[in-house]
């Protein structure tokens, strides 16, 4: 999708029930891609996207995307939408894209690869911190801000332990230490830079 608006209310009798875009297939055997430049999602009442079910990459690319609604992605959070096989979402940002105030309502079923591609920015909240499997990639010029604590299953920072990217507000980011690609943290607490902590958990994040 390039340069185009997508409007949407989700609710019954008002189209999209979960989101301005549905992402739904029967099992996640089959892959699929979004890319997005120039877009503006509205749905202020629900998600951009609802995803159950799947194997999908978002691509957010530069910095005209804009993103009017209550969630980013919202997999199925509610009990009678339980998923079988589950998600695997991929979304990056590149070409200096920036996410704007971006919730994420993932169930234990969804694994999210986020990746923050150079001189881009992902301001992001957690309905749920400890649900779903996260693994965060930050690259040297990129920005993370944080409206919740977040649970990552995998931790790649390019610029290693200097964190003065990331604007905590507060709130704490933990990782599982058995995990090896957190083997670069050695298992030890970090405080960041607004009074969170990058805190060490033991075991699987669930």
Known sequence: MKDSTISAETGSGKGSRYGAVDIKSKDNSTHSEINLEGV????????????????VTINVKGKDNKFNTSSFINSPYISNEKQKEGNRIELNLTDGAELQGANFILDSKTELDINVGDECRLDASFEDPTAGSINLFVADDGDLELHSDMYVEAFDYETGLVFDRIVDNGFNIYYNTHNSENEWLTGNTYTLTFGGMLIPVEGDID
């Open 40 to 55: 503006v999602i509205d749905n202020k009442s629900g998600g951009a996207f609802y995803v159950r079910e799947s194997d």
